[in-house]
């Protein structure tokens, strides 16, 4: 889970595919995923941001059906920054079919100018090991500006052994313009150390950072 840390909630981490590990995220650094987190699995995040408004993000992710998951963020600790979001799978991946998923975050900042609501939809399909994933968002266009909606586009898979990588883009100049290439490392099947480098779309949101994501399962 690790969402979005940036002024308005930018963060989204590096997951490792499915087959690898128990731990694993249903997003890739910046974009979701068609995956949804298995039923009753307790999934809990910490962020790791190396420069200033990315400070740092920590949330829980759990599955509340074999098609549903439901996830609650604080954004930047240290501020009462909440995100909550809702993914629900529509269609699996099959043979000459890819994996369809919808969801929303919702945030409830502090500063009222922040707020805003993000709606996704995305496919994933699998190619050999490799997975592509394709979708686009729509944000509310008062808080990120005319670039408040675009595409999301991500690549992940296994590198060997316990290594996994992904690429991911979110198109467009806001704060969620972003792309995002890392690594991960299952450490125990319910420990995924993933770091990575964001890079900014646009220089005026600020310095492209570091990012080191956590992600364990609870249960």
Known sequence: MGRWIA???????VWVTPSLA???????????????QAVSVLHADLVWGSAQPYAGDAGVLVGVSRRAE????????????????????????????PALAVGILSYAP?????SANERYVVAGRHVGTWRVTVGAYA???????????????????PLGGRWSASVDTTTGSS???????????????KIN???GVVFQNARSNGPDFLQVEVH????
Not at 22 to 36: C, Y
Not at 110 to 114: A, D, E, I, V
Not at 141 to 147: D, E, I, K, M, N
């Open 193 to 195: 150390v993933n770091p």
């Open 216 to 219: 364990i399962d609870l249960r």
């Open 7 to 13: 002024p308005m909630a930018l963060a989204v981490g």
């Open 22 to 36: 128990a731990a694993t995220p249903t997003e890739l650094f910046n974009i979701p995923t068609t995956d949804t």
């Open 70 to 97: 439901f996830a609650l963020d604080s954004v930047r600790p240290g501020t009462p920054n909440t995100m909550l979001g809702v993914k629900v799978r529509l269609l699996d991946e099959r043979a000459g079919t």
């Open 175 to 189: 704060v969620l313009g972003v792309t995002t290439v890392g690594i991960g490392y299952q450490v125990t099947p």
């Open 110 to 114: 502090s500063h009222p100018g922040l």
């Open 139 to 157: 944000a509310n266009a008062s808080t990120v500006g005319p670039s408040h909606a675009g595409g999301l586009f991500g690549f992940d898979g």
